[in-house]
């Protein structure tokens, strides 16, 4: 299985901009849909971007216009470039890949990086 290790979290000011990576191991990094999810403290973690093998991507909440998820199949990298970040608590952003093998989706998260936008 594939193995995530995030980086590029940080504090940055209301309005910035901040590049997550997440550097994949252990597994064929490109057959692997890969995602960005987020986890405010006391909240459920929600998904912010997603990038598909075939690299389609998809921004289903409010991030969209202002994130981009991208992928370096060469470099097993996916990367999250954040602009105009909005004020609020410590964020983790955490990385997820997933593909299915032999008929069952095989998932796997990586540790996740904190990102504080705050003046």
């Known amino acids: 299985q594939v193995q995530l290790v995030e980086s590029g979290g940080g504090l940055v000011q209301p309005g910035g901009s901040l590049s997550l990576s997440c550097a994949a191991s252990?597994?064929?990094?490109?057959?692997?849909?890969m995602s960005w999810y987020r986890q405010d403290p006391g909240e459920q973690r929600e998904l912010v971007a997603t990038i598909t093998s075939g690299g389609s991507t998809n921004y289903p909440g409010s991030e969209k216009g202002r994130f981009t998820i991208s992928r370096d199949n060469a470099k097993n990298t996916v990367y999250l470039q954040m602009n105009n970040l909005k004020p609020g608590a410590t964020t983790v952003y955490y990385c997820?890949?997933?593909?299915?093998?032999?008929?069952?989706?095989?998932?796997?998260w990586g540790k996740g990086t904190l990102v504080t936008v705050s003046s």
């Open positions: 252990g597994g064929i990094f490109s057959l692997y849909d």
């Open positions: 997820h890949a997933c593909r299915l093998a032999s008929g069952a989706e095989v998932t796997n």
